[in-house]
């Protein structure tokens, strides 16, 4: 099992405190750092200082990491036209020496797009489908050779289709709770299969729609990776996994319901029940960036029991 760190910027935090946080990430031992693609906070909270682009975090990111995975969940399809985003992440995946992997979805949050007058489209998942198919496209192109699509939403003529990721192609993520388009875009386009703030049964029945979208794909029902979102929160007793929730405005009790929380063996117990229906990585959901105690704890008592 690997554990991720996974960040929600746009809940108030400077690209200084995403650095500490992403070298504290590389530092621990944990396996990657990704954050939300946002521009406007959630909830209560006021954003302060303001509201940090994910890829140009991730390409700072990029510069000053030399081992950790770094990554968005998930890139809105709304913010970008898919030809500009598969030359940003390429280009900020050469900067990582090939670290980088896309999470990719089809935006959702419509107050963010009325605050910055970002066009907020109908038939986003339609869109969806031919994001992916374009940036793809573009990266699995042989050099030398052109990409044209034409779809609905869509149309490029004769591209270049460069640059290149390192590796030739960035992993791809997917995730949501669809019960039919989602796992079919997976089992097309997918490296990986997020299942972000589910209860383990709840994700094991969406694995299995996953998996069977990729059998009926042609794939091998195994061949994306599984993974879970949860917000996590830890402590060495019972006073400060509740000063912990209270600095997050949660409830001890619903995170330990809907999240990762209590002592290291509690979450240790819990990380076992998610990988025994098929998760191998857990998107640790950090909403106290000035914490990095925290992180200790989890790198130290609840990382290190986990094979």
């Known amino acids: 099992m690997y554990l991720r760190i996974f960040t929600e910027p746009q809940q108030g935090a400077s690209y200084d405190t995403l650095l500490s946080v992403a070298k504290a990430t590389e530092d621990l031992g944990f396996d990657a750092f990704f954050r939300s693609d946002h521009y406007l906070a959630m909830g ?20 000053e990491t030399r081992r950790i995975r770094l990554g ?9 036209l898919p030809g500009v985003l598969a030359i940003q992440v390429a280009q900020v995946d050469q900067m990582s020496g090939g670290r980088i992997e ?48 034409d779809g609905a939403h869509y149309q490029l003529t004769d591209s270049p289709a460069l640059p290149k990721p390192v590796n030739g192609r960035v992993p791809v993520l997917i995730g949501g709770h669809g019960a039919v388009r ?9 490296d990986e299969f997020n299942m972000p703030f589910a209860s383990v ?30 917000v996590v929160c830890v402590g060495k007793d019972d006073a400060e996994v509740a000063r912990r929730a209270a600095a997050i405005g949660r409830e001890v009790d619903e995170l330990k319901v809907n999240g990762l929380a209590g002592s290291p063996a509690e979450v240790v117990d819990k990380i076992g029940r998610y990988a025994g229906i098929g998760a191998s990585r857990i998107y ?17 008592q609840v990382q290190s029991q986990l094979g």
Request: proline share 5%; with cysteine; aromatic share 10%.
């Open 182 to 190: 989602t796992p079919m875009l997976a089992a097309r386009y997918a």
């Open 72 to 80: 968005t969940l998930m890139t809105a399809g709304t913010f970008r």
């Open 44 to 63: 209560s909270a006021d954003g302060l200082p303001g509201p940090t682009d994910a890829w140009i975090t991730l390409a700072g990111l990029a510069r």
């Open 284 to 300: 640790l959901q950090i909403l106290d960036l000035d914490d990095l105690d925290h992180l200790e704890l989890i790198s130290s």
């Open 102 to 149: 896309l999470g990719l979805g089809a935006g959702w949050y419509e107050e963010e797009h009325t605050a910055y007058g970002i066009p907020f489209p109908k038939a986003k998942f339609a869109r969806l489908e031919e994001q992916l198919a374009i940036v793809t496209g573009l990266w699995e192109t042989k050099v030398g050779d052109t990409f044209s699509y």
């Open 201 to 230: 049964e709840d994700s094991d029945r969406q694995f299995g729609r996953v998996r069977a979208a990729a059998e009926a794909a042609g794939r091998a029902p195994d061949a994306l990776i599984c993974s879970n979102a949860l």
